[in-house]
């Protein structure tokens, strides 16, 4: 046999909190042959990103390696130059972040980043760096493949960012690529064309791929063998088949049996007046309409959530209720009462009634502050809370959220996990005292473990303060758990509306239908299947490449 593209043995990497060195990973073995794809799942704080990054002998800031030996196409890395790292990293091995939106440069084009490897390495001209982009964007379905590069960071969705990121990592057809949570923010309908388009190249260039994800679903179909992990350690390693149809030990079977979490079904609130309600809204960017008419209302301790794919107008609809874009046409009624069009003429007890939780935390929580002073904030600007009082009330949130405050009130955002910078962001919203928040993926970059728990204390919270949530999704499975009601939407319409049972049993609208069948299951045929099914029914355009 040939020796394998990727072979690490005994590998040890360590972090520091505090100014005290702790084990992140503990003495871990990976192998990884050209073509193979090797799937990475397990819990926030596993080490999954940590081991993917160790492949090209990289650690983030506060980590080292400490032992072990890390062998890329027979050459031992942590005996390699800086120098000859760099000429290595983004040209034979490259990295798929799962933040694109904290990854891109927003000063510069997005074509202009795409070129800057393959130039600046002599992989290609610019002009042929330029084309290639263009082809690439083609591939992984980017709208306008020829002109899209030409847009800034800003202009476009986190989801099409997620694919020009992709089709960046490609650029010098590298031989090995580490897929870090590369659909997070993706749609379920775009998901299948984007897995479809990687699964693709990864084949037709014998590329060797690490997936990471918190999504097993989507793991199935992509990996031929799959790793768990926990805690820096290995708990059990086999191919994809066994592993999702025979997992041996009691950790990956907990991780197979999550999102057993079903909010209770309340009884509909037709007879009161809605706290909010988005009228006969109409709404856009330039000259185009994103919100053509659409009317949906939420009541007191409901959840709305709102689904459709990327660009459907889920995100613009937000702004329109918090006042961020005024609409053409409508309006936004809270208790009864119209709200300003502009939040610039919004009271500050307006603003304060209508918060927001985002989907990324990373980008959403200010790194420079202490968590103090970022749940602190509006505690003083809607509130006049000062000194002591204000001290309290921090930590009660802290409390809330169930994150012990001596631990976590001095710390920075980058000294916390995914989960518990979310639970932040959630502390943050609470501290105005709102009637409404309006989550925006809050769930979608967290894996299944912690989302559960995202979701159980959001539910916990509701029944508490009787909050009303406008729950922004592309995920069905979190739909089901946590919704009463449910908003479809599709090119800036409401196709569907209603109570969640309703919605989801049948027969139901054609795109809702598509939505539904977009979902991946653990089968690892499934993502086959759904092809075959909607080729056979041109259903779906192929995505297979020539």
Same mark, same amino acid.
């Given at each position: ?8 043995r005994n590998?040890?990497?360590?972090g ?9 990973i503990?003495?871990l ?12 799942i ?17 650690v983030?800031?506060?980590?080292r390696?400490r ?9 031992e890395?942590t ?9 290595l ?10 933040s ?12 202009d980043?795409?070129s800057?490897?393959p130039?600046v390495?002599g ?7 330029e084309?290639?982009a263009?082809?690439?964007?083609r591939?992984?379905?980017l709208?306008?493949?020829?002109g899209?590069?030409y ?24 031989d090995?690529i580490?897929f ?9 309908t775009?998901?299948?064309?984007v ?12 590329t ?7 999504d097993?679903?989507?793991v199935a179909q992509?990996?031929?063998r799959i ?18 149809t ?6 990956t079977?907990?991780?197979?049996a ?7 079904t ?7 007046t ?13 000259n ?6 659409i ?11 709102v689904?459709?794919?990327s660009?459907?107008?889920k995100s613009?609809a ?21 709200l300003?069009k ?10 304060r ?7 990324m ?26 000194g ?7 930590r ?9 405050p001596d ?7 980058d000294?916390l996990s ?6 932040i ?6 501290a105005?005292?709102?009637e409404?928040?309006?989550c925006? #993926?809050? @769930?979608?970059? /967290?894996?299944?473990?912690v989302? =559960?728990?995202?979701?159980?204390? !959001?539910?916990? *919270? ?13 995920d ?7 919704a009463?009601?449910?908003?479809v ?20 609208? #054609?795109? @809702?239908?598509l /939505?539904?069948?977009?979902?991946? =299951?653990?089968?690892?045929?499934? !993502?086959?299947? *759904? ?5 056979r ?9 020539s």
């Amino acid at each position: 046999m040939s020796e394998p593209l990727l072979d690490i043995r005994n590998l040890l990497i360590d972090g520091e909190s505090d100014e005290v060195w702790h084990e992140i990973i503990k003495g871990l073995d990976l192998t990884l042959n050209r073509g193979e794809v090797l799937g990475l799942i397990g819990e926030s704080g596993a080490g999954k990103s940590t081991l993917g990054l160790a492949a090209m002998n990289f650690v983030r800031p506060g980590c080292r390696i400490r032992g072990g030996t890390i062998r890329f196409d027979g050459e031992e890395l942590t005996q390699q130059s800086e120098t000859t790292l760099r000429k290595l990293r983004g040209v034979r091995i490259a990295y798929v972040a799962q933040s694109a939106a904290a990854s891109f440069n927003p000063a510069h084009q997005l074509i202009d980043q795409f070129s800057e490897i393959p130039v600046v390495h002599g992989v290609k001209s610019r002009q042929q760096a330029e084309t290639d982009a263009k082809q690439l964007y083609r591939r992984v379905l980017l709208p306008d493949p020829d002109g899209i590069g030409y847009r800034y960071p800003h202009q476009v969705s986190g989801g099409q960012l997620q694919r020009a990121m992709t089709a960046m990592a490609l650029s010098c057809r590298p031989d090995l690529i580490i897929f870090d949570e590369p659909t997070t923010a993706l749609d379920v309908t775009t998901q299948i064309e984007v897995l479809t388009t990687i699964r693709d190249i990864v084949r037709e260039f014998n590329t060797a791929a690490i997936y990471i994800s918190h999504d097993l679903a989507v793991v199935a179909q992509m990996a031929d063998r799959i790793m768990v992990l926990r805690y820096g350690n290995l708990v059990e390693e086999a191919p994809t088949r066994q592993m999702m149809t025979d997992p041996q030990m009691d950790y990956t079977k907990s991780l197979w049996a999550v999102r057993s979490f079903k909010k209770e079904t309340e009884i509909a609130h037709s007879e009161t007046t809605a706290l909010v309600k988005v009228n006969h809204v109409t709404a856009g960017y330039g000259n185009i309409d994103v919100l053509k008419n659409i009317t949906f209302e939420i009541h007191r301790g409901q959840t709305v959530a709102v689904v459709g794919e990327s660009g459907s107008g889920k995100s613009t609809a937000a702004r329109v209720i918090t006042g961020l874009l005024a609409p053409r046409e409508g309006d936004i009624q809270f208790n009864g009462r119209p709200l300003p069009k502009d939040y610039r003429s919004r009271n500050r007890d307006q603003l304060r009634h209508a918060q927001m939780i985002y989907q990324m935390a990373d980008t959403a929580l200010n790194p420079r502050q202490r968590i103090r002073n970022i749940i602190g904030r509006p505690l003083g600007f809607y509130l006049g809370l000062k000194g002591p009082k204000r001290e309290q009330r921090i930590r009660e949130l802290l409390s809330l959220i169930e994150l012990e405050p001596d631990v976590f009130i001095d710390r920075y955002p980058d000294e916390l996990s995914g989960g518990q910078k979310q639970r932040i962001s959630i502390a943050r919203a609470l501290a105005a005292e709102p009637e409404f928040i309006i989550c925006d #993926e809050v @769930t979608s970059a /967290l894996d299944q473990l912690v989302a =559960e728990g995202i979701l159980r204390l !959001l539910d916990s *919270l509701q029944r508490e303060f009787d909050l009303a949530y406008m729950f922004i999704t592309h995920d069905l499975a979190t739909v089901r758990a946590i919704a009463d009601n449910v908003v479809v939407m599709l090119q800036g319409e409401i196709v569907e509306q209603g109570r969640k049972d309703e919605v989801f049993t049948p027969p139901h609208h #054609e795109y @809702t239908e598509l /939505l539904l069948s977009s979902v991946p =299951e653990m089968d690892p045929d499934w !993502l086959n299947d *759904l092809i075959a099914y909607r080729e056979r029914h041109g259903a779906m355009e192929s995505t297979s490449i020539s």
